[in-house]
């Protein structure tokens, strides 16, 4: 079945890189997003890439895919405070997306 | 994302109650969702709506209903609630209508709910 798995945990010290990986099942995935969610807050869009892309680096951020292995990456430069969120990968399915699959989201904590 | 609105953000309420949970939405897409929250789970589908009259089944819409009032409005209800149903519920929308469209959702902010 469909399915979108991270791991739950990440910490970073500020200033290095962090790196979110996402792996997922359905090979019919037309775009695979990144979600931030602050707390108490909701999912806000990050990026997204297109299914037929394998980079897409929009200033701090930088989306990997790799399709033969169905592996997404967000790397986020320089990462700062505010980047403390919870990050989820999705991908959209279906030739109408009528659905979005979300990963379990993974915590990315900073230490100073 | 101010344009997509959730009453009420906490609630706390008994087993056995009837609660209902809105959603409405200033953007003008066709498409809304309801998702529920719960730690290390991410997110699960419970309904989605591609019009007025297009409602489906997510994968976990046992105990829940929806309905689809208008374009922009989109109520969840718990007939009878129970304590498993204590989680963090999120609207969503996208817009399929647009030729650029990415099929990107938009979330609410969130309804807190606890069932005691």
Redesign the interface.
Known sequence: GED?EQS?FLSVREGDSSVINCTYTDSSS??L?W?KQEPG?????LT?I?SNMDMKQDQRLTVLLNKKDKHLSLRIADTQTGDSAIY?CAE?IGS?????I????TRLSIRP | DADVTQTPRNRITKTGKRIMLECSQTKGHDRMYWYRQDPGLGLRLIYYSFDVKDINKGEISDGYSVSRQAQAKFSLSLESAIPNQTALYFCATSDSRSGSSTDTQYFGPGTRLTVL
């Open positions: 979108v739950l037309t775009y997003y979600y807050a909701g999912l806000q869009l997204y297109f989820f959209s109408s997306a009528s659905k979005i979300f990963g379990s989201g």
